[in-house]
């Protein structure tokens, strides 16, 4: 079937892989860790495309070459056949001819049309794929949208590029229209502004970020609540497919400024002290000296620590909510009820090359030190090198459990925790801890910290010891 296709077309289209994978490497060298995972899935996707899609097109015209012979035989035949619709005629004529060249002419022209449109929509995909916004960035995301809408189903499946797949605008995520973006005026002098990555699975963002704002509305009634992305390219991604505008760090902080904010509060839904929390301290400081007084909340888990040794009160906190809440999801009435049942509770989070990374050996502490022996901690990206899957998964072998709940210790549920932690991919979690054979069943919990009522109240408090602190943000610079 593969034969329809010449070596030299396959041979490039792998050429092209291998490039884009040298690509991949030197992005993650370079610390772009977070979305170059997405590409190297992207490149696995497109190359599964690539070769269905040249099985597909390869038996259709065996069998058009089948129905050739008869033709060539029939004079009938191919007076019936030429009856038909331009199309079809032009396809049996080309058959009748028993010329495998003209067939192969026929289907690559299809195929080459086919993917030339989903080309072009997977370059304007990549385009608004990007951490910067633009003069054009806005127009750029509906242009996408509107190619998208336009192609046909079977042109929608190669559209690959090097983060576009059909994903992107085909994957259905949710309601959109039940998320406030928080992005109105009027705000008045005394704002909390609630600060995340980001996410544009639409219902973990109603859910889970949401949550956290309407906590913080409720606590704070005197006080406008207002919501900034730190990541353009999830900004992007919800505007061009769901035409929801959020604000970025600087579009949300001027806005302030516009409206005349005088007292202003950041609290960041991060989970710790990493390199995303140092940025947002970055862009704040920009923007300081345009009002009285900026103060900026603690994340999730609180001051980072010396070592692996020292837990903090919001540590231990978090550890027992979450160590809490996966019990009672999973029907147990304890977690010793679980042990006694061979079941473990594997907590996936992100993972850092920052300093911070020492975080998930605290959470890995903090649970040994509350006695949760069937509790293990691990990263996506395994750093601390012991949260790496294959090391945990070593661990709750050795340990003797043969049952295993997966799920995200992560603020939100999004792209990490459903792909990374709970797709069908081979590299997902779930299929590695399925694949070591280890284990009877492997299953996970799909829902982010924030729409937990009891972590939305460690979000008020650090909020409330903001507001009650002397200590303010100063410039680091004119804006």
């Known amino acids: 079937m593969i034969a329809f296709f010449s070596e030299k077309a396959v041979t490039l289209f792998l050429c092209q892989i291998e490039r ?14 977070r979305f170059t995972r997405k590409k190297e899935k992207s490149m696995k996707k497109k190359l599964v495309t690539f070769l269905c899609v040249t099985a597909l097109t390869g038996s259709m015209f065996a069998g058009c070459g089948s129905a050739a012979q008869t033709s060539s035989s029939s004079s009938a035949a191919s007076s019936a056949a030429a009856s038909a619709s331009s199309a079809a005629a032009e396809v049996t004529e080309a058959a009748a001819s028993s010329s495998s060249e003209q067939v192969e002419t026929v289907s690559s022209s299809s195929v080459s049309a086919d993917q030339a449109a989903a080309d072009k929509v997977a370059a304007l995909i990549d385009k608004i794929y990007v951490q910067e916004r633009t003069d054009t960035t806005d127009a750029d995301c509906k242009a996408a949208k509107e190619a998208w809408d336009a ?24 309601d959109a229209s039940k998320d406030d973006p928080l992005n109105e005026d009027g705000i008045g002098e005394n704002e909390i502004l609630v600060c995340s990555f980001g996410t544009s699975y639409n219902d973990s963002r109603v859910q889970d970020i949401g949550g956290i704002e309407k906590a913080l509305q409720a606590a704070y009634p005197d006080w406008s609540v207002r919501r900034a992305f730190t ?58 000296d345009k009002f009285d007084s900026v103060k900026i909340a603690e994340p999730l888990l609180g001051e980072v620590g010396s070592d692996t040794t020292v837990v903090n009160e919001d540590k231990q906190n978090v550890a027992k909510i979450l160590t809490a809440t996966a019990v009672e999801k999973a029907g147990y009435d304890s977690l010793d009820a679980a042990a006694s049942d061979g079941t473990a509770f594997v907590f996936m989070g992100h993972g ?53 709940i997966l799920r995200d210790l992560m603020v939100v549920a999004g792209d ?27 299953d996970a919990q799909l829902e982010g910290m924030g729409r937990i009522p009891d972590i939305e109240q460690i979000y008020v408090n650090h909020t409330k010891a903001a507001m009650d602190s002397d200590a303010t943000v100063t410039s680091s610079s004119a804006n």
């Open 151 to 174: 192609l046909t189903d079977t042109q929608k499946a190669l559209v690959q590029g090097e983060y576009a797949d059909p994903d992107y605008f085909g994957r259905d995520t949710g």
């Open 416 to 442: 990490h925790a459903n792909n990374d932690m709970a797709g069908d991919d081979p590299d997902s979690w779930k299929s590695q801890f399925t694949a070591s054979g280890f284990f009877d069943s492997v």
């Open 20 to 33: 884009r994978a040298a690509l991949f490497e030197i992005n993650s060298i370079m610390g772009n860790h």
């Open 231 to 288: 990541a353009q390219i999830i900004i992007n991604h919800i505007e061009a497919r769901d035409n929801e505008i959020i604000d970025n760090m600087d579009q949300a902080l001027q806005r302030s400024v516009d409206n005349g904010v005088k007292n202003l509060v950041i609290q960041p839904t991060h989970l710790m002290h990493g390199a995303e929390y140092d940025e947002l301290t970055g862009t704040v400081q920009k923007y300081a």
């Open 352 to 404: 850092t090359s920052h300093e911070a990374n020492i975080t998930y050996d605290q959470m890995q502490s903090e649970m040994n030190d509350l006695g949760y022996k069937n509790v293990f901690i691990g990263t996506v990206e395994g750093k601390p090198a012991d949260t790496e899957c294959s090391a945990v998964i070593q661990k709750v072998h050795d340990a003797g459990y043969k049952k295993v």
